[in-house]
């Protein structure tokens, strides 16, 4: 088993930051890789970005453009998205999530996920 607990989400203004963090335990790190989706209300859950199996790959929504980086920190079992530039559109509860093989931007190869850090982005 493993769990996971985001923290960092907030109310934030168009055109500012934030970090998230997941806070992994239970298994170790290098058994799964991290990701993260965001839902916003009445839309499906949406990929956001992913840590790769092979060091240094990682992965992005088309949507991101280059406002977001995902990271990891390895001795803390953490992981994090730091997004810039935020707009009112990123406005969503944002998951982080665990997998053990698959495909990064499949919700369903996720076996694990943390319960969410809402994440407001005001005009």
Same mark, same amino acid.
């Given at each position: 088993? @493993?769990?996971?607990?985001?923290?960092?989400?907030?109310?934030?203004?168009?055109?500012?930051?934030? %970090? !998230?963090?997941? &806070?992994?335990? $239970? =298994?170790?790190?290098?058994? *799964? %890789?991290?990701?993260?989706? %965001?839902?916003?209300?009445?839309?499906? =859950?949406?990929?956001? &970005?992913?840590?790769?199996? +092979? #060091?240094?790959?990682?992965? *992005? $929504?088309?949507? @991101?453009?280059? /406002?977001? +980086?995902?990271? =990891?920190?390895?001795? !803390?079992?953490? &992981?994090?998205?730091?997004?810039?530039?935020?707009?009112?559109?990123? +406005? #969503? @509860?944002? *998951?982080?999530? &665990? /997998?053990? =093989?698959? +495909?990064?931007?499949?919700?369903?190869? *996720?076996?694990?996920?943390?319960?969410?850090?809402?994440?407001? @982005?005001?005009?």
């Amino acid at each position: 088993q @493993v769990q996971l607990v985001e923290s960092g989400g907030g109310l934030v203004q168009a055109g500012g930051s934030l %970090r !998230l963090s997941c &806070a992994a335990s $239970g =298994r170790p790190f290098s058994d *799964y %890789r991290m990701s993260w989706f %965001r839902q916003a209300p009445g839309k499906e =859950r949406e990929f956001v &970005a992913a840590l790769g199996w +092979t #060091a240094g790959n990682t992965y *992005y $929504g088309d949507f @991101v453009k280059g /406002r977001f +980086t995902i990271s =990891r920190d390895n001795p !803390l079992n953490t &992981a994090y998205l730091q997004m810039n530039s935020l707009k009112p559109e990123d +406005t #969503a @509860v944002y *998951y982080c999530a &665990a /997998r053990e =093989r698959g +495909t990064y931007y499949n919700p369903s190869e *996720y076996s694990y996920w943390g319960q969410g850090t809402q994440v407001t @982005v005001s005009t």
